[in-house]
């Protein structure tokens, strides 16, 4: 399974952004039975777990340091899932990878960087 990120940027305190991530490249499953999450790596720092849904949209779960700012979605139809971050912090800047999982299985992005400055 490949992912492939898109939308990071530069852009100012209390902006929005909104990330995508396309999966590709299943031969025995479909990308609706994983789980998708999107994480995100700091310099310096631990890579995180910013948000999470489940294979059918219907339980979400958030980091403490998004609730109320970021949204995830997804769209099994077109095999993508998204990331909607408003209200962006300085504290917000880094890479953001989205990881697809199933069972054992666990697949990752090569992440997209956000940076939030003035």
């Known amino acids: 399974v490949q992912l492939v990120e898109s939308g990071g940027g530069v852009v100012q305190p209390g902006g929005s952004l909104r990330l995508s991530c396309i999966a590709s490249?299943?031969?025995?499953?479909?990308?609706?039975?994983?789980?998708m999450s999107w994480y995100r790596q700091a310099p310096g720092k631990e890579r995180e777990l910013v948000a999470r849904?489940?294979?059918?949209?219907?339980?979400?779960n958030y980091a403490d340091s998004v609730k109320g700012r970021f949204t995830i979605s997804r769209d099994n139809a077109k095999n993508t899932v998204y990331l909607q971050m408003n209200s962006l912090k300085p504290e917000d800047t880094a890479v953001y990878y989205c990881?697809?999982?199933?069972?054992?299985?666990?697949?990752w992005g090569h992440g997209t960087q956000v940076t939030v400055s003035s």
């Open positions: 990881r697809i999982s199933r069972n054992n299985y666990i697949g």
């Open positions: 490249g299943f031969t025995f499953s479909r990308y609706s039975s994983y789980d």
């Open positions: 849904i489940d294979s059918t949209g219907g339980s979400t």
